[in-house]
């Protein structure tokens, strides 16, 4: 064991491999006993270098990249490119099949926050609920792949439309399950309310008050849980949210109950919007007619995800493939409401505050160069290159 | 058959050593089987209690660095001869206990205590953080269910007029069932032993997604495979003291088996309704209720003792 800096401190190392996180991150937890003095975040174990590889590839093959950016959240990806892409090129995608990818969307955000509930069911000890909800998730993890033909990356989306169409057994398959869901949100719902020990693991731990929330940028039902209204889908609605406008969930106690209830009920919101969806989908074609080589432009384009909102930004120099493409993915916001609530909490509670926010880590891997006073620190390909063989050797 | 190889015999085979490890297989398997169920799960085979521990056996034992190693191969040792040593006191399987003596119960008892404190030395020796904070927990979680704990099995030899578990059970098996007669002991019971187990809700001690495994986290091989063994022994024993006292006692075979098959299913039960306790939670639930209420209980037993009201 190599001999380092005696200090008094008492640091509790969680990650990069940590059977409370289930992808690598790095997180150094100060503690006094039980208690947690100091927080801080290591990241970028998982950087793949995602955004640079588009500019390599034509924007068709970008489409599937980007949806390998998350596997929890793949639509919203998808979605989110297309529908920049889209806006630079100029053109109108037919109105079913922005109504699918919003339908898609939906039943996606259902499987991402039933995801949650069983990890943050898990993290509390509390793993009947976790296996409860994974297997609710299950029912619309099937109707995905019925629908799409995968389970995980949908690969709906195409460039100009949607590549598959909601029939009438897909249809009823989807309502059944919605009805379905609903009573076992119900349930979820309840047990997240009154569950004594489960309150006791989330009733005041990890409270953000408004203001912190708006300081540090936090987004999603995170922010939503601090009593913060920003939602995508309502500020700047985006593909169908027009004509099927979403609905606000807000809680303003900001704590880690709040951030329970905000997802049980924001899964209420989708069924809504898939039942009012399916009841008027409009008729017409799936795909328009795309372009090639999208004209010289640059734009951006949001999107809600289950997390919080997407950005993309995309840059495009009138050939077929893209310039740049920047994507900002939603768990970068929250990490600093993890740092900023964490201190002060018994260590217990750590796993808790962490997965409150829904960390997706290697979404939010990035390279980062840094201008401090040394001038800019950063490595050119060749010495990243030379690095990379020393380190291995 | 002389006396002495009477004794061996009771030491080695049955009702103490082999039968009880074999008992604690059994009921861990029941146990992991149960709680799979009410999860929804397929949960284990029948011999995968059996299979864990002979794999077990059969890993490297990996020492860590910058401890001390004699305690280290010893403590999952000595807990698990503590375990086997208490088997010898309590009715197992419906029989007479091999041996017994006036105040076998309260020996009994700190037998029971020696696993927890050979799990919590063993998170002590060991330069792993989690292993220390684990230690920690271990070690305060054992000081606050084990008062309750010793003072809700203090209420039925309180109403038997004496500290002979063979005398006590023989008590219980002729009067009515002592849980509906001391609620709140058999309730303290139940959960403490629980809490001795570290059962969800009272996990913390080794809560996975905080601190890894806890206090056996350097732990792998014959010394882990021993302290899971020894904590299923302490299980069946565990679950024997409570049917033998609090349920009418375990006259027969026959009797034991489903008494204490019934307790498992309540204790399989609560292990899956609740979310983990903090280890303050846990500290304030046995001391702020657990302790004041059996303690009221048991002042309550013996005024009425006192007067000679018979209970």
Same mark, same amino acid.
């Given at each position: 064991?190599? &001999?380092?800096?005696?200090?008094?401190?008492?640091?509790?190392?969680?990650?990069? @491999?940590?059977?409370?996180?289930?992808?690598?991150?790095?997180?150094?937890?100060?503690?006094?006993?039980?208690?947690?003095?100091?927080?801080?975040?290591?990241?970028?174990?998982?950087?793949?270098?995602?955004?640079?590889?588009?500019?390599?590839?034509?924007?068709? @093959?970008?489409?599937?990249?980007?949806?390998?950016?998350?596997?929890?959240?793949?639509?919203?990806?998808?979605?989110?490119?297309? +529908?920049?892409?889209?806006?630079?090129?100029?053109?109108?995608?037919? $109105?079913?099949?922005?109504?699918?990818?919003? +339908?898609?969307?939906?039943?996606?955000?259902?499987?991402?926050?039933?995801?949650?509930?069983?990890?943050?069911?898990?993290?509390?000890?509390?793993?009947?609920?976790?296996?409860?909800?994974?297997?609710?998730?299950?029912?619309?993890?099937?109707?995905?792949?019925?629908?799409?033909?995968?389970?995980?990356?949908?690969?709906?989306?195409?460039?100009?439309?949607?590549?598959?169409?909601?029939?009438?057994?897909?249809?009823?398959?989807?309502?059944?399950?919605?009805?379905?869901? &609903?009573?076992?949100?119900?349930?979820?719902?309840?047990?997240?309310?009154?569950?004594?020990?489960?309150?006791?693991?989330?009733?005041?731990?990890?409270?953000?008050?408004?203001?912190?929330?708006?300081?540090?940028?936090?987004?999603?039902?995170?922010?939503?849980?601090?009593?913060?209204?920003?939602?995508?889908?309502?500020?700047?609605?985006?593909?169908?949210?027009? @004509?099927?406008?979403?609905?606000?969930?807000? $809680?303003?106690?900001?704590?880690?109950?709040?951030?329970?209830?905000?997802?049980?009920?924001?899964?209420?919101?989708?069924?809504?919007?898939?039942?009012?969806?399916?009841?008027?989908?409009?008729?017409?074609?799936?795909?328009?007619?795309?372009?090639?080589?999208?004209?010289?432009?640059?734009?951006?384009?949001?999107?809600?995800?289950?997390?919080?909102?997407?950005?993309?930004?995309?840059?495009?120099?009138?050939?077929?493939?893209?310039?740049?493409?920047?994507?900002?993915?939603?768990?970068?916001?929250?990490?600093?409401?993890?740092?900023?609530?964490?201190?002060?909490?018994?260590?217990?509670?750590?796993?808790?505050?962490?997965?409150?926010?829904?960390?997706?880590?290697?979404?939010?891997?990035?390279?980062?160069?840094?201008?401090?006073?040394?001038?800019? @620190?950063?490595?050119?390909?060749?010495?990243?290159?030379?690095?990379?063989? &020393?380190?291995?050797? | 058959?002389?006396?002495?190889?009477?004794?061996?015999?009771?030491?080695?085979?049955?009702?103490?050593?082999? #039968?009880?490890?074999?008992? *604690?297989?059994?009921?861990?398997?029941?146990?992991?089987? !149960?709680?799979?169920?009410?999860?929804?799960?397929?949960?284990?085979?029948?011999?995968?209690? /059996?299979? %864990?521990?002979?794999?077990?056996?059969?890993?490297?034992?990996?020492?860590?660095?910058?401890?001390?190693?004699?305690?280290?191969q010893w403590l999952p040792v000595v807990a698990m001869?503590?375990? !086997?040593?208490?088997?010898?006191?309590?009715?197992?399987?419906?029989?007479?206990?091999?041996?017994?003596?006036?105040?076998?119960?309260?020996?009994?008892?700190?037998?029971?205590?020696?696993?927890?404190?050979c799990?919590?030395?063993a998170?002590?020796?060991?330069?792993?953080?989690?292993?220390?904070?684990?230690?920690?927990?271990?070690?305060?979680?054992?000081?606050?269910?084990?008062?309750?704990?010793?003072? #809700?099995?203090?209420?039925?030899?309180?109403?038997? *007029?004496?500290? %002979?578990?063979?005398?006590?059970?023989?008590?219980?098996?002729?009067?009515?069932?002592?849980?509906?007669?001391?609620?709140?002991?058999?309730?303290? #019971?139940?959960?403490?032993?629980?809490?001795?187990?570290?059962?969800?809700?009272?996990?913390?001690?080794?809560?996975?997604?905080?601190?890894?495994?806890? #206090?056996?986290?350097?732990y792998?091989?014959r010394g882990y495979?021993l302290f899971?063994?020894g904590?299923?022994?302490?299980?069946?024993?565990?679950?024997? /003291?409570?049917?033998?006292?609090?349920?009418?006692?375990?006259?027969?075979?026959?009797?034991?088996?489903?008494?204490?098959?019934?307790?498992?299913?309540?204790?399989?039960?609560?292990?899956?309704?609740?979310?983990?306790?903090?280890?303050?939670?846990?500290?304030?639930?046995?001391?702020?209720?657990?302790?004041?209420?059996?303690?009221?209980?048991?002042?309550?037993?013996?005024?009425?003792?006192?007067?000679?009201?018979?209970?």
């Amino acid at each position: 064991m190599p &001999e380092t800096k005696h200090s008094d401190k008492f640091i509790v190392p969680i990650g990069p @491999q940590h059977p409370a996180l289930k992808e690598p991150g790095h997180f150094e937890f100060t503690v006094d006993g039980e208690t947690v003095t100091g927080a801080s975040v290591r990241l970028g174990f998982v950087h793949r270098g995602i955004e640079k590889a588009t500019e390599e590839r034509t924007y068709i @093959q970008d489409l599937y990249l980007l949806e390998r950016i998350c596997g929890i959240c793949s639509h919203v990806h998808a979605m989110a490119f297309a +529908l920049g892409v889209e806006k630079l090129a100029g053109v109108t995608v037919p $109105e079913r099949a922005q109504a699918i990818r919003v +339908l898609v969307a939906e039943m996606e955000r259902i499987h991402s926050h039933l995801l949650w509930l069983g990890v943050a069911a898990h993290e509390a000890g509390f793993d009947t609920l976790f296996m409860y909800a994974w297997r609710d998730r299950e029912k619309v993890m099937d109707l995905l792949e019925q629908l799409c033909g995968n389970r995980v990356n949908y690969s709906i989306n195409v460039l100009g439309g949607v590549k598959e169409d909601v029939n009438d057994t897909i249809r009823e398959g989807i309502l059944n399950a919605m009805d379905y869901l &609903e009573t076992r949100t119900d349930l979820y719902l309840k047990l997240v309310t009154t569950e004594r020990t489960l309150i006791g693991r989330t009733r005041g731990i990890g409270i953000m008050e408004k203001q912190t929330a708006a300081r540090l940028g936090t987004v999603g039902p995170t922010a939503r849980a601090s009593g913060l209204e920003r939602d995508i889908r309502i500020e700047a609605p985006y593909a169908a949210y027009m @004509q099927y406008p979403a609905r606000i969930v807000i $809680e303003n106690t900001g704590d880690l109950e709040a951030r329970f209830v905000v997802r049980v009920k924001e899964l209420y919101e989708s069924f809504r919007l898939i039942r009012s969806i399916l009841s008027t989908l409009p008729a017409g074609e799936l795909t328009t007619k795309m372009p090639r080589r999208i004209p010289e432009g640059e734009t951006i384009s949001r999107v809600e995800a289950p997390r919080g909102e997407l950005f993309y930004y995309i840059k495009s120099n009138g050939s077929d493939k893209p310039d740049r493409v920047k994507v900002r993915t939603p768990s970068i916001n929250n990490f600093a409401s993890v740092m900023a609530t964490a201190v002060g909490h018994k260590l217990a509670d750590i796993p808790m505050i962490l997965s409150g926010i829904d960390p997706c880590f290697s979404c939010n891997d990035r390279m980062v160069s840094i201008r401090g006073a040394e001038g800019r @620190q950063g490595v050119d390909w060749e010495g990243l290159r030379r690095y990379g063989i &020393e380190y291995y050797r | 058959m002389s006396e002495n190889m009477k004794s061996i015999l009771s030491l080695l085979l049955f009702p103490g050593g082999l #039968a009880v490890m074999a008992a *604690g297989m059994v009921y861990e398997f029941i146990d992991r089987k !149960l709680v799979a169920r009410f999860q929804n799960r397929v949960g284990p085979r029948w011999f995968q209690p /059996l299979a %864990d521990f002979i794999k077990l056996l059969a890993k490297e034992e990996v020492i860590p660095e910058g401890i001390h190693p004699v305690l280290f191969q010893w403590l999952p040792v000595v807990a698990m001869a503590g375990a !086997l040593t208490s088997a010898l006191y309590v009715p197992m399987f419906g029989l007479e206990p091999a041996f017994h003596f006036t105040g076998d119960l309260v020996v009994t008892i700190y037998l029971l205590s020696i696993l927890t404190l050979c799990t919590g030395l063993a998170g002590a020796n060991v330069a792993n953080r989690f292993s220390i904070i684990g230690a920690t927990r271990t070690l305060t979680q054992l000081f606050s269910y084990e008062a309750p704990f010793l003072l #809700a099995l203090f209420g039925p030899a309180i109403a038997a *007029g004496s500290w %002979d578990i063979a005398v006590i059970e023989q008590y219980a098996t002729i009067h009515p069932w002592l849980m509906f007669l001391q609620p709140v002991g058999f309730l303290v #019971a139940l959960i403490g032993l629980m809490g001795k187990l570290e059962l969800p809700p009272f996990d913390a001690p080794e809560a996975e997604t905080e601190i890894v495994s806890g #206090a056996l986290t350097e732990y792998s091989g014959r010394g882990y495979a021993l302290f899971r063994l020894g904590r299923n022994v302490e299980l069946v024993i565990g679950l024997t /003291l409570v049917a033998a006292f609090y349920m009418g006692g375990v006259a027969n075979p026959f009797l034991f088996i489903a008494k204490t098959i019934g307790l498992l299913l309540v204790v399989a039960a609560l292990q899956s309704l609740f979310a983990r306790l903090r280890i303050d939670q846990t500290v304030g639930l046995w001391w702020r209720s657990g302790a004041v209420l059996v303690l009221l209980q048991l002042l309550v037993l013996i005024v009425l003792k006192y007067f000679g009201v018979a209970i």
